[in-house]
């Protein structure tokens, strides 16, 4: 079912045709990226916070980690992710197929700076067998982003 409400919302925005489904399954990062036949980096991983009592969606890449003093200043909060058996209620989409597409009504989406220095991604679609190939401006209009954030650190290049 999330699969499909993904594909419903890919489909209206003109991205249908960038779908990928692997007989392997694409639940974390490292799955994914085989997969897909990507880097892990290039993964862009969908985060679910509870901010302030409403679902909050973070991609960012698949090297990077949220740093807890850059969310809280954007978010005026500390990060807390929605635990496992609570994602698919809040959002729409299970653990393993957490993506900006097809989610609930009322979960705000973000996407990290970390993914600007590549020029394709891949995201989920829903599920844990799923994934997407989109440029950068492609995933931002897709995934009706709010805007962008920077709340990740661990990818930055060594100077």
Request: proline content about 6%; hydrophobic content about 45%.
């Amino acid at each position: 079912m999330a699969f499909d409400k993904a594909m419903a919302h890919v489909r209206a925005k003109g991205f249908g045709d960038r779908v990928i489904v692997p007989q392997e399954e694409t639940a974390t990062v490292e799955e994914a990226a085989a997969a897909l036949g990507t880097a892990p980096a290039q993964i862009a991983k969908t985060m679910a916070f509870d901010v302030d009592g409403a679902a909050v969606l973070v991609l960012c890449a698949g090297d990077a980690r949220v740093n807890s003093s850059k969310f809280k200043k954007f978010f005026h909060g500390k990060p807390h992710v929605i635990p496992g058996a609570a994602v698919e209620e809040a959002v729409g989409h299970a653990p393993g197929g957490v993506c900006p597409f097809g989610i609930n009504e009322g979960v705000a989406v973000y996407l990290d700076e970390s993914l600007k220095r590549f020029d394709t991604v891949y995201p989920a679609c829903g599920d844990d067998h799923s994934g997407m190939e989109l440029s950068v401006p492609e995933l931002e209009a897709a995934s009706d982003a709010q805007g962008w954030v920077d709340v990740c650190r661990g990818w930055e290049p060594e100077d």
